[in-house]
Structure formats: C-alpha cells, structure tokens
C-alpha cells in the first residue's frame, strides 16, 4: 500500500505564503510525476503544478511566476512553494503521484487526502 501524507496547508492573508509538503511511503519502486491540484468550491480540481523524475515542471498559468515545485527524491517528497498569495487560490490541495509498486506492474495514481489552504483578502 502507498500512501501520500501532505501538510502545511492553513490561513493566510492575501500576498503572503505558504509551504506545502507531500512524502509518499510504502511499497514504491519507481514514481514517474508527482504533483498538486486543488479543487475550490464548486469547481472542479485542476492541474496546479507537476514535476516528472527528469525534473521537468508543468504550471497553471494561474500560478506562473509565484508558485515553484520541487521534489527530494531520497524522501520521495514534492513541494509546493506559494508566494503572492491570492484569495482565488482558495481551495482543498491534493497531492498526486504516479507510483510503480513492483518492478512487473504498471505505474498507478495515488492521491493524498487534501490540504486546506485559505487566503483572506
């Protein structure tokens, strides 16, 4: 079994910021991408950032420029840096990760139960 355990979600005031963190644990062999999504009331979830085993990254176009991914791969860990915090990234963070158990099955996706993140204007 995986699991995605994240943390650092909270309040916040509008322009300041927030760290998330997610560590996968396990039985893992091999994670192809990890990454972050949030789903805001009423919305439905969306691609926030990602960053595959190459280190390539992947934002929003809504958070270009003032969130940054990163990952410590001996701690099978991503980060989220959030700065210039907006009230429109409101919203619950999920963390997603494309993980290969064992050497002779396929990657699957695992998700992390959700990290609350709200910014007051």
């Known amino acids: 079994q995986v699991q995605l355990v994240e943390s650092g979600g909270g309040l916040v005031q509008a322009g300041g910021s927030l760290r998330l963190s997610c560590a996968a644990s396990?039985?893992?062999?091999?994670?192809?991408?990890m990454g972050w999504y949030r789903q805001a009331p009423g919305a439905q979830r969306e691609l926030v950032a990602s960053?595959?085993?190459?280190?390539?990254?992947n934002y929003a176009d809504s958070v270009k420029g003032r969130f940054t991914i990163s990952k410590d791969n001996a701690k099978n860990t991503v980060y989220l840096q959030m700065n210039s915090l907006k009230p429109e990234d409101t919203a619950v963070f999920y963390c997603?990760?494309?993980?290969?158990?064992?050497?002779?099955?396929?990657?699957?996706?695992?998700w992390g139960q959700g990290t609350l993140v709200t910014v007051s204007a």
């Open positions: 396990g039985m893992i062999v091999s994670i192809n991408t």
């Open positions: 960053i595959t085993s190459g280190d390539i990254t």
């Open positions: 997603h990760a494309n993980i290969k158990r064992l050497l002779w099955t396929p990657y699957v996706d695992v």
